[in-house]
Nanobody, 120 residues
Framework: QVQLVESGGGLVQPGGSLRLSCVAS????????MGWYRQASGKQRELVAT???????NYADVVKGRFVISRNNAKNTVYLQMNSLKPVDAAVYYC??????????????WGQGTQVTVSS
């Protein structure tokens, strides 16, 4: 089992910054890809950014140039640095982790979500 704990959400003014963190619990599972998704009120959950075990990243077009995803493999932690935040970025942000069991079975885990509010 892998449990994800998110932190870093909160209230920020337009143009401000926040950094989200997601820590995967210690286990025998191997962490592969990690990423962030978000779900705004009344909207479907959407991809924000992903990063694989080698550090290759992928971003939604709407956040390119503003958000940066990174990871610390030793700590099983993924980060999302969010800059130049806009009201449209307001959403619940969810951490996603793809992991493999010691026997090689693939699993997909989600964090509890952290609220990001962008308002003046």
């Amino acid at each position: 089992q892998v449990q994800l704990v998110e932190s870093g959400g909160g209230l920020v003014q337009p143009g401000g910054s926040l950094r989200l963190s997601c820590v995967a619990s210690r286990s025998a599972f191997s962490i592969n890809a990690m990423g962030w998704y978000r779900q705004a009120s009344g909207k479907q959950r959407e991809l924000v950014a992903t990063i694989n075990s080698g550090g290759s990243t992928n971003y939604a077009d709407v956040v390119k140039g503003r958000f940066v995803i990174s990871r610390n493999n030793a700590k099983n932690t993924v980060y999302l640095q969010m800059n130049s935040l806009k009201p449209v970025d307001a959403a619940v942000y969810y951490c996603n982790v793809k992991a493999r069991s010691p026997t090689g079975f693939a699993y997909n885990y989600w964090g509890q979500g952290t609220q990001v509010t962008v308002s003046s």
